[in-house]
């Protein structure tokens, strides 16, 4: 009994600090209140980009972010560990949204359309994506450019979500179909 409350009391506390030590190492994003920001957190913030994680969302370990542009993330979303955030423009993930390991969001793709120079050279196609609020995206779903998921959707495990799918559908495969709906 005593030892349980320990146990809970010093996990807060360590929560804490971890939110405390992510304020102070990034003071240009902004983490709302109770938020859990777990070990090897790799955020590259670039300048002009606005970051924000609303309050109550957990990040397993591993998450890398890279953000150029605008990342709103809604209250008490849930990422699993070694999730990826590539954003240029913008990028919106609603409230309470389950997000599996290992999954990866962008909102760009390199441009490739001039074989006489490389990839990094060519520059980037951007389209903005937004997710919805409490959408379930499996284990290892990719989420490319421009893409909107409507509230309540499931995203299969492995998917590849390439156009968009509306709201309390669940779509599987590569690329992502809806195969019913949840109403
Ligand atoms: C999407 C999902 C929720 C659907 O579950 P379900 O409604 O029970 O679906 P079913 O098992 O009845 O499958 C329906 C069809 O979709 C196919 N299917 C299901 N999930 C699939 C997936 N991830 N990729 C490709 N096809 C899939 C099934 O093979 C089946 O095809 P069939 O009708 O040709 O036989 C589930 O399959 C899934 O991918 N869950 C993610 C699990 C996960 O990543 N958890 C992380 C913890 S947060």
Redesign the pocket.
């Known amino acids: 009994m005593t030892s349980s409350w320990l146990k809970r009391i010093l996990g807060g506390l360590h929560r804490r600090l971890r939110l405390l030590a992510v304020r102070a190492t990034h003071p240009s994003a902004r983490f709302g209140s109770k938020c859990d920001i777990r070990a090897q957190f790799d955020l590259d913030v670039f300048p002009g980009a606005n970051i924000r994680f609303g309050p109550g969302c957990i990040v397993d370990r591993a998450m890398t972010i890279e953000c150029y542009g605008s990342l709103d993330i809604g209250p008490r979303t849930i990422f699993?560990h070694h999730c990826t955030l590539a954003v240029r423009e913008s990028l919106i993930i609603g409230e309470d949204c389950?997000i599996?390991?290992l999954v990866s969001i962008r909102d760009h793709d390199h441009r490739c359309d001039d074989l006489t120079i490389p990839f990094r050279e060519q520059g980037a196609v951007v389209a903005p994506v937004r997710i919805g609020r409490n959408v379930?995206l499996?284990?290892?779903a990719t989420v490319l450019k421009g893409v909107t998921i409507g509230d309540n959707a499931?995203?299969?495990?492995?998917?590849v979500v390439t156009r968009d799918i509306p709201a309390n559908a669940?779509a599987?495969?590569v690329p992502a179909r809806v195969?019913?709906m949840r109403d």
């Open positions: 699993g389950l599996a390991e379930w499996g284990s290892k499931v995203i299969g495990a492995n998917a669940i599987v495969g195969i019913r």
